[in-house]
Every structure is written in C-alpha cells, then in structure tokens.
C-alpha cells in the first residue's frame, strides 16, 4: 500500500479508547452496583489522577470526552479532562446495565439466594426489572453507532465494565452467551481498550486490552482448573524489516529481533511467570522467540505445524510490488491465497483446532510463540467470531514479541482476555511505578488492614 493510501485510511478511521471507571464504593461493598450512583473512593480518585498524569505526559490528545452519567464515570472523566484541557459530554447510552432489585445487594447474597435463576438466558431480565444482556448488547450497538456518526477522529468513552464489553461484542461481531458464559475483556478500574474502526476496509481492529500502566499490577487469576495462555507473536525478522508478506518462507530473527526476544524472556522471567509447557511453531522466527524464553525457564520448546503462519502459497515473502499472481480485487472466503496457499476458512479452522488441541491438554499455563495471521484466527475461533472474505471484519493486534494473555475457565466456558499487544517489555518506562501508583499501593494496603 503507498504512503498517500496509508494517509487515506488513517484520515478516515475512528480511534475510539474505552475506559472504565476508577473504584468506587459500591466495589469496595461488593455490590452489583449496575445503575445505583456511587462516587469513587480515594483509591478510585488516585487511579484517575494516575491515569491523568500519564496522558498528560505522554501529550494523549481526544476530539471528545464522553462519560456515562453516573457518578463514578463522571468523576473519573473529570480528572482526565481536567488533565487533558477538554470538556466532558454526558451519555446516558453509556450507563451500566440495569440489575433491577439486586443493584443495592451483595454479589453473595445474589448467589446465594435460592430464587437466583442457575441458568438465564440473555432476554432474561437481572433482578426481576432489570435490564437484559441483549437490550445491554443493543443499547451498546446504538451508543457505538453513535460514535461512528461523528467524524473520524479520537474519542475517549468512559463507562463501565458491561456496557463496555458490549460494546466490543457488538463491535468485532460476538454474539451474546447465556449465564456468565462467553467472552469477556477485563477492565481492571481505570484501564482501557483501544480499538480502531476503518469503514473503508470494513475492519475494527482491537489494539489493546486492559491496559494499566498507570496501576500497580493486579493479582493473577488463580484457577487450578483454568488454562492460562500467553499467545506471543515471534520478533522481529528478516522478512519484517524487510516489508515482506512472509508466510510459510523462512526467515531468521534480525539483530532487533534476538534483543526483543531476549528483552521479553528476561522480562518474564523478572516478573516470575510460571509456565508448565512451551510450544512454538516450526518456522524459525518464532521458534527462536520461544528459545530465548525456553533458556530462563530451563524448559524445553515443543514444536507444533498447527501454529505455522498462514500458507500464502506463491506470495511468500512477496511485497504488494512483486506479488504473483496479482491479487484480486475481491479476496473470497474460499479463494486460496497467492494461488496456491490456504483460503481464509482453511486458516480459520486450523486456527481452531489449534486451540482444541491447546485445551485437550491438562489445564496449566502455556506460553505459544506464533505468527500474527494464525493468532488471530485462533482468537476467533475462541471468541466465537466468524471469519469475513477480503480482510474485512475484526482483527487483533500483535507487534512483534507483543503478549496476549488469555485465561479459559472449563466450569464456566469462558474466555477472560486480560491483556492484548502489551509491548511493556520494550518500553522500561512502563516497569517504573509512579508515585501516584505507589500512593495506590499504600492505600490499598492500609485498607487491608483496616
């Protein structure tokens, strides 16, 4: 693609970063808060400020600020408006969803309670006169909708963790699951997910999910019975400096690739991860991504074909110049790419036995060093999206040596993606804890011992 088609595409797209609100007292009781108004506490107001202070230093800059009306999402749009020099428009589409009668009780009263339905349906209305998941899902449709109205640009929405995630199902195209089944992107209080939309291609594409750097990390998900997954895309090769559509050729990590590699295993290795099995796919950028990890951990490094880059057949290691045969304007579903190479659903249905096959294993943590083509086919195939002809649809995104941790949990059939392209190991700035984040930890702290 040329520089002024680049140019085209990013003046026509939407930036949209979706942040939830900072902690507030209706948390810290355990409530299911859904509509009820609760400002933040004093933990809540520091998160915002943190979060403030780093878009502040970093020069973030929005077109507008749009806030549920709710206490905790105002004050927590407030301080990074107050930050960033802009107003705040009120959105009541935003809003939580609606618990009806259980938004003043306690999440264990709710379970415990004998009436408490063990199965519901996403019509289902919460506490009898609540909102349901799908007028929820709906009502997030309308409010993403609305956003799309306005011209492309950069729009900060701060809301709350249903709404929001909603607001992706509705974007990448996940359908609503009954119960608490499904997937669900974590929103610790005050992180957010960046997402990008270009009508042009018909593509959103995710580009982060729960980032927090501006907070003291939380606690792991600590399931016995879970699967826990670092997807990481290999580093940098040969082919990707070069601009290459690499495929199944082979190239070799380049001199910036060996230092992400080993910037990542010496990152994970600092922050004591725990991984019970390494599995990389054949090529050799992403096996020896996986061996720099493999030599911290002392672990071997399986090598698994399922997790092989897409075959583009005869466009291997082509660039959009050289690329034979030409490609066609309209890439159809059941098309083989570059003539030869796999169709757009034999790559979806690799992906998806490649995360069959992951969870025929015994539950544990395992780290995948693959290729970003397969990685997100696999995700698809996770999240229950369906795959779209000529590039279209959702799309993940993952820099080289970039983390996406996901956690499957078998008793409640659900996907929690925790994080997504986090690149915290190639950034030093981002392992420093701000004085804001450390008068978090300090006051969480206290608290706890209160």
């Not at 909708?145 to 974007?171: C, Q, S």
């Not at 757009?344 to 970003?372: C, Q, T």
Request: one cysteine or more.
């Amino acid at each position: 693609m040329s520089l002024v088609d680049q140019s085209f595409f990013m003046s026509h797209t939407h930036h949209l970063t979706l942040l939830r609100h900072g902690e507030s007292e209706g948390n810290i009781l355990n409530l299911f808060i859904g509509q009820d108004d609760y400002s933040l506490t004093a933990n809540g107001r520091l998160q915002a400020q943190a979060l403030a202070q780093l878009w502040a230093q970093e020069n973030q800059t929005f077109d507008a600020i749009i806030a549920s009306p709710l206490k905790r999402a105002q004050q927590t749009a407030h301080a990074v408006a107050e930050a960033l020099h802009l107003p705040v428009e009120t959105e009541p589409l935003w809003m939580e969803q609606d618990y009806g009668e259980w938004n003043k009780l306690s999440i264990p009263e709710i379970l415990r309670d004998p009436a408490t339905p063990k199965y519901y349906t996403p019509y289902d209305r919460p506490g009898h006169t609540g909102e349901s998941r799908i007028e929820t899902y709906l009502r997030a449709g309308q409010a993403l909708h609305a956003l799309l109205d306005r011209p492309p640009g950069r729009y900060l929405v701060v809301a709350h963790g249903v709404i929001l995630n909603m607001a992706l199902y509705f974007a990448l195209g996940i359908p609503c699951h009954p119960s608490s089944e499904g997937p669900w992107f974590a929103f610790h209080h005050t992180s957010h997910a960046t997402l990008t939309y270009s009508p042009e291609r018909y593509r959103w594409q995710l580009v982060r999910v729960n980032d927090h750097r501006h907070l003291p990390e939380p606690p792991p998900v600590n399931d016995p019975g879970s699967f826990q997954i670092m997807f990481v895309r290999h580093a940098e090769s040969e082919g990707n400096a070069n601009g290459l559509w690499q495929g199944q050729a082979e190239f070799p990590l380049s001199e910036t690739g060996r230092t992400q590699a080993q910037a990542l295993a010496d990152y994970l290795a600092n922050r004591e991860e725990k991984f019970d099995q390494i599995i990389a796919s054949p090529l050799t950028r992403a096996h020896d991504t996986a061996q720099a990890v493999a030599k911290k951990f002392a672990l071997p490094v399986e090598t698994d074909p399922l997790w092989l880059e897409r075959d583009n057949g005869q466009w291997a290691g082509s660039t959009p110049e050289n690329r034979y045969p030409p490609e066609p304007d309209y890439l159809f579903l059941h098309h083989p790419v570059g003539g030869t190479g796999e169709t757009e659903w034999d790559l979806y249905l690799r992906g998806g036995k490649a995360i069959a096959n992951l969870l025929n294993r015994p539950p544990g943590r395992y780290f995948v060093a693959s290729h970003g083509g397969i990685l997100n086919m696999a995700l698809k195939v996770a999240l229950g999206i369906s795959p779209f002809p000529n590039h279209q649809g959702a799309r993940f995104a993952f820099g080289n040596t970039a983390i996406c941790r996901v956690t499957y949990l078998p008793a409640r059939n659900r996907w929690l993606i925790t994080a997504l392209n986090d690149l915290a190991h190639l950034h030093a700035t981002n392992q420093q804890v701000s004085d804001t984040a450390q008068k978090i930890q300090m006051l969480v702290a206290r608290e706890q011992l209160e």
